[in-house]
């Protein structure tokens, strides 16, 4: 009998992404998504697959269901969208991870969670090993998403502890790709779009502040061989591309594989912005022979290539 994975968050940009890669090993998937950042539309292809669900839902709200494995992205990750509502940003990432492992507790369903770099905060360490504790400001503007994340992981560790639950955590590093939300504010996006639109493109500081940006399809490659590793090894993974790029550089590229006459723009540098974000991967390469398959051009092609064939995309695409 084919196993059943609840992915929460599955109508987002990673999520969609994992609900197709867990279908087409013949999973049963039910994606819980309360469409509060998420789509319809993302996972709009898969409305005729007869092993796929759709279940609006608040992860707020516990959830009872049979399933064999949780895969907890229900979160906002991008800046403007997660300091919106903070307070809410919080809950979910404490509330809502307690409901579902409550869920996987119940089903004794391996649970996987879907951490974040933003863990490690502004670092004084480079690159981050998972080792490395963070340097997280708890009263910043991005602490909502930052310590409620690094709670989320301490909910996990201690089920384990405590429940003897299967859990795997994985912290995600920048990830780009198709399927991200046109207005998802963060820099891959806020450059290709206007790049795309012909605007000036905003770098904030002077630019030289560095990320690693790892393309979709290699990170959901990680998830899948971290989720499907016997027991023993419950994390935290980094999962990201070591290849770092200033803004500049990502800013200059984007430029030249649009086409676009784009000039840089310079603003000041918001509070608690990160210097530096660059995974270290011994461990997933060590674990699973897993690293980055894709490369940056490749990567920023295949993704401006899909949001030039947007219904909304900007005017002389």
Request: proline letters at 6%; hydrophobic letters at 35%; a negative charge.
């Amino acid at each position: 009998m084919a196993l059943t994975a609840i992915v929460a968050g599955g109508a987002g940009f990673l999520g969609s992404h994992l609900c197709d890669r867990l279908l087409s090993e013949g999973r049963n998937v039910i994606c819980v998504d309360d469409l509060s950042t998420g789509s319809e539309e993302n996972v709009a292809h898969l409305a005729s697959e007869s092993r796929f669900e759709l279940l609006r839902h608040d992860i707020l709200v516990p959830l009872r269901i049979k399933a064999d494995e949780v895969y907890n992205l229900a979160c906002p990750a991008s800046p403007p969208k997660y300091q919106l509502d903070p307070i809410r940003t919080t809950q979910v990432c404490v509330m809502g991870t307690n409901n579902l492992l409550e869920l996987a507790r119940h089903n004794d369903a391996l649970f996987f969670q879907a951490s974040t770099s933003e863990v490690y905060g502004d670092p004084d360490v480079h690159p981050q090993p998972e080792s490395y504790r963070g340097c997280v400001n708890p009263i910043g503007i991005r602490a909502c998403y930052d310590e409620g994340k690094r709670c989320a992981e301490t909910l996990c560790f201690d089920y384990h502890r405590f429940h003897k639950l299967d859990v795997r955590v994985v912290r995600i590093f920048n990830t780009y790709g198709p399927r991200m939300a046109a207005d998802d504010g963060r820099v891959v996006t806020n450059f290709i779009n206007q790049a795309l639109k012909g605007e000036g493109i905003t770098i904030y500081g002077d630019g030289s502040q560095t990320r690693s940006f790892c393309y979709v399809d290699d990170l959901i490659d990680a998830f899948r061989l971290f989720a499907s590793a016997r027991p023993g090894f419950h994390g935290p993974l980094n999962t990201g591309n070591p290849e770092e790029y200033t803004m500049i550089e990502l800013a200059s590229l984007v430029i030249e594989l649009t086409g676009s006459s784009s000039k840089l723009v310079y603003r000041d540098l918001p509070q608690d912005d990160p210097q530096q974000r660059c995974p270290e991967i011994n461990l997933a390469k060590e674990k699973f022979g897993w690293s980055p398959r894709i490369g940056m051009r490749d990567g920023l092609q295949r993704t401006i290539e899909h949001f030039k064939s947007l219904p909304n995309r900007p005017l002389g695409y």
